[in-house]
């Protein structure tokens, strides 16, 4: 059964804290993409990365860095943690064969206090 | 703009048809998809149509496509309580390179027993 997994369901951080979000996948896809997603404003891409070492951003990169090491792990970074990162925020990946069909992780949802 | 736009509610009674429609932005996207998302959980596929196709039938679900005015839509014969979930549609321009998504607001239906 193909996953992807994120290592958190619900997380509470301060204002001000360095957040890590973890994202594994086991299909050895090539594209992994970090979402995050509210109420009224559907998924909004945060950051891609189509290959290792590789990144580009997305509509909403501001406040957020990303790191991929290896091929089945995707990190979301948030360097200081602020209210308005309030969010669930959902991991996928893809590969670039096929119907290209995106896999989702349960998604975590992250408060900021 | 890179908007892909669905309304944000439906309410439909248990055993009557949904219609979810959605206006997509890129006329060059190779396949346009439906997505589900049951509380608390990821998105999962639902199903999805390769752009040279105007139908596709799979059980209780029927996607049209109208290339002209890049409209998409998902009917869902004989809809359960079950059926109530956020579904999404997603485009992936062919002109991203990367197999970027593009996914709507979601639209939540609900249906009433």
């Known amino acids: 059964d193909v996953k992807v997994t994120q290592s958190s369901r619900y997380l509470v951080k301060r204002t001000g804290e360095k957040v890590f979000l973890e994202c594994v996948q086991d299909?050895?896809?090539?594209?992994m993409f970090w979402y995050r997603q509210d109420p009224g404003l559907g998924l909004r891409l945060i950051y891609f990365?189509?290959?290792?070492?590789?990144?580009e951003k997305g509509d909403i990169p501001e406040g957020y860095s990303v790191s991929r090491e290896k091929k089945e792990r995707f990190s979301l970074i948030l360097e200081s943690a602020s209210t308005n990162q309030t969010s669930m925020y959902l991991c996928a990946s893809t590969s670039l064969q096929g119907n290209t069909e995106a896999f989702f992780g349960q998604g975590t949802r992250l408060t900021v206090v | 703009g890179e908007d892909v736009e669905q309304s944000l509610f439906l309410s439909v009674r248990e055993g009557d048809s949904s219609v979810i429609n959605c206006t997509y932005t890129d006329s060059s996207s190779t396949y346009l998809y439906w997505y589900k998302q049951e509380p608390g959980a990821g998105l999962q596929l639902l199903t999805y149509i390769f752009s040279n196709m105007d139908m596709k039938q799979d059980q209780r679900l029927t996607v049209l496509l109208n290339k002209k005015d890049k409209h998409l839509s998902l009917r869902i014969a004989d809809t359960q309580t079950g059926d109530s979930a956020i579904y999404f549609c997603a485009e992936v321009p062919i002109t991203s390179g990367t197999y970027k998504y593009i996914f709507g607001t979601g639209t939540r239906l609900k249906v009433l027993a």
């Open positions: 990365s189509y290959d290792v070492k590789m990144k």
């Open positions: 299909m050895d896809h090539e594209n």
